[in-house]
């Protein structure tokens, strides 16, 4: 395992708190950021990257999940499909992160989050919806795509918030009552996929702990903002931009190495 210096490790947990507090204002666990923080930081992406971006999902989200739940917002017969599908599938992406390349595996993930990021700045200045669709259609949809998710979640450690929170938008949901739903069904997914690979052996104790103290910290601040005082759709929009930002960086350094 390799070793790193208590300067590295409080950067990291420092940016990790201000990535907590944005990506959990949207219901998402932020291993967008984590991810490349992590590598931009030197760490190896297959095993301390992919592994911690999954933890840090699964605490941010749950975090975040247990505010939303508070505040009413969590649709748990509608969003019980997508966790339980996302909850079996992770593990499997977790698995094949091995036989990936890296130079893939990076590609792949700018590719995610270019995709979220453009899904995102398109639902920004779109009305909230007015009606769901039925139970049993969020059902079906929803283990379907909670599926595709939770393998995407475990294969790039990005925990699949970015492909569940626009189809429960697409399903009707107001833009908070998504964001609740999609940390209780993206909460699975991180966990199952964090889990998958420790059995693996990757993971970094040290760099956990701290981050974890971070995100715990950093996604109940944002949870909160986001339930009381913030507008859904400059949310949205901030969110897109990081997103495009994070992607364009990644694509510049597979060109560059």
């Known amino acids: 395992m390799m070793a790193f210096s208590m300067e590295l490790y409080f950067l990291a947990t420092g940016l990790i708190f201000v990535v907590s507090i944005l990506f959990s204002m949207l219901g998402l666990g932020g291993g967008m950021l984590y ?4 590598k931009w930081l030197g760490m190896p992406l297959k095993t301390t990257a992919i592994p911690l971006g999954l933890l840090l999902n699964g605490i941010t989200t749950l975090s975040a999940f247990i505010r939303y739940a508070r505040e009413g917002l969590v649709d748990f017969r509608g969003g019980l499909p997508a966790a339980g599908a996302g909850l079996v599938l992770a593990p499997v992406g977790a698995h094949l992160v091995r036989y990936v390349p890296r130079e893939t595996l990076i590609l792949l993930f700018a ?8 899904r995102s700045l398109m639902q920004s200045g ?23 998710a939770g393998f995407i979640a475990g294969l790039l450690g990005v925990g699949g918030g970015f492909i569940v929170a626009p189809m429960l938008m697409e399903l009707g949901y107001p833009t ?5 739903t999609t940390a209780f069904i993206v909460t699975f997914s991180s966990f199952s996929g964090f889990l998958g690979h420790v059995a693996e052996g990757r993971i970094d104790v040290t760099l956990a702990v701290l981050a974890v103290v971070a995100v715990l910290l950093g996604s109940q601040l944002g949870a909160w903002f986001m339930a009381n005082k913030a507008r ?16 364009a960086k990644l694509l510049h350094g ?4």
């Not at 991810?35 to 992590?38: D, L, N, Q």
């Not at 590719?111 to 453009?118: L, N, Y």
């Not at 908070?176 to 609740?180: D, F, Q, S, T």
């Open 35 to 38: 991810v490349p923080i992590f």
């Open 232 to 247: 859904p759709g400059w949310v949205r929009k901030l969110y897109g931009i990081v997103l495009l930002g994070v992607a």
């Open 126 to 148: 779109k009305p909230e919806p007015k009606e769901q669709m039925s139970t049993a259609k969020r059902s079906l949809i929803g283990g379907v795509v909670g599926g595709f």
């Open 176 to 180: 908070k009552r998504a964001a609740g």
């Open 254 to 257: 597979v060109c560059s190495d």
């Open 111 to 118: 590719a995610a989050v270019v995709i979220a990021g453009v």
